[in-house]
């Protein structure tokens, strides 16, 4: 259902991500998600791990709702409100992968009041 895209003559990754990933079978496109509690739709209080852990549980809950999971996950997005925030987040995400890794991008940007979003892409199993 996934299958690693890995070259000598890429540039190799350097961190936990793929340099590409092929994938069988329907897909499921998850809008970003902020760290809002779905319990009370406030954002989370607490520092950038709060927010990160309360972001990936949010895109847990939409993958399982769509019928997959981060086992079948092929492309993420991951957008920083502060790239210094980048290896707390990986430690978090870390949590939530798993080999292969999805392929991954990372960008700094402008968020309303939140530390960061989160998109993904997975096939769901038939």
């Known amino acids: 259902m996934r299958k690693e895209v890995y070259t000598e003559k890429g540039a190799p990754p350097a961190g936990i991500y793929s340099q590409g990933i092929v994938a069988d079978g329907p897909v499921a496109y998850i809008a970003g998600q902020g760290p809002l509690d779905p319990a009370t739709?406030?954002?989370?209080?607490?520092?950038?791990?709060?927010?990160?852990?309360?972001?990936?549980?949010?895109?847990?809950?939409?993958?399982e709702a769509?019928?997959?999971?981060?086992?079948?996950?092929?492309?993420?997005?991951?957008?920083?409100?502060?790239?210094?925030?980048?290896?707390?987040?990986?430690?978090?995400?870390?949590q939530y992968v798993?080999?292969?890794?999805?392929?991954?991008?990372?960008i700094g940007c402008q968020l309303?009041?939140?530390?960061?979003?989160v998109d993904c892409i997975a096939v769901v199993p038939e």
């Open 41 to 63: 739709g406030q954002r989370v209080e607490g520092g950038f791990r709060e927010q990160a852990t309360r972001v990936f549980d949010n895109l847990t809950i939409l993958l």
């Open 66 to 94: 769509a019928g997959t999971s981060w086992e079948h996950v092929t492309k993420v997005g991951v957008y920083l409100a502060d790239l210094s925030d980048f290896a707390e987040m990986n430690e978090v995400y870390e």
């Open 98 to 106: 798993t080999k292969p890794y999805p392929a991954r991008t990372t």
């Open 112 to 117: 309303p009041n939140i530390m960061l979003e």
